[in-house]
């Protein structure tokens, strides 16, 4: 059955509307994963722990990465969504912190894994990205007229054509 489990996950995030929504799916799914790490530790299986915390970091991947499209498709969108995201990570690294005294020291590395996938991709990789928003939404707001920079680049080709002649002359 739980294969059939992720495929439907993987064909309801296929289908979302949109993008926000499909990484709204992604960290659903995340925090289902989650809640499957949680019950093998209340059930004293730990060996499947391993596989629920490397799915637990696919669908972080997952939802990076349609956030990071976003980005591209949608800079103001996707900036304010970031801050939705970072706050859903930092809550996913204090479930996983508050779980590792709870498992024996043979699987700590998984869930330390799953620890620094949150951590990095809600520090690092997020704030890069809030960074190169904040940086598109500057030059957008610089540039209000397009024309303008084909002028500036025509007057630089007429100065470096005067440069030219100037240089042939001597």
Do not use: C, W
Not at 27 to 43: K, N, P, T
Not at 60 to 83: G, H, M
Not at 108 to 114: I, R, V, Y
């Amino acid at each position: 059955l739980y294969p059939v489990k992720t495929s439907l996950e993987a064909t309801r995030a296929g289908l979302a509307k949109d993008q926000v929504k499909q990484i709204e799916l992604y960290l659903d799914f995340a925090e289902e994963r989650l809640e499957v790490i949680s019950a093998l530790i209340q059930s004293g299986r730990f060996l499947d722990i391993p596989q629920a915390t490397a799915e637990f970091e696919t669908y972080l991947d997952k939802a990076l990465t349609a956030l990071q499209q976003l980005a591209q498709n949608d800079p103001e969108r996707a900036a304010e969504f970031n801050f939705q995201v970072t706050d859903t990570l930092s809550r996913f690294n204090q479930i996983l912190s508050g779980m590792l005294v709870s498992v024996p020291a043979s699987v700590q590395n998984a869930l330390f894994s799953a620890i620094d996938a949150s951590a990095m991709m809600s520090d690092d990789e997020l704030q890069d990205e809030n960074a190169s928003l904040d940086n598109d939404q500057d030059d957008d707001s610089l540039d209000d007229d397009p024309d303008d920079d084909i002028l500036d680049d025509d007057q630089d080709d007429d100065s470096q054509e005067e440069d030219t002649d100037e240089h042939n002359h001597e």
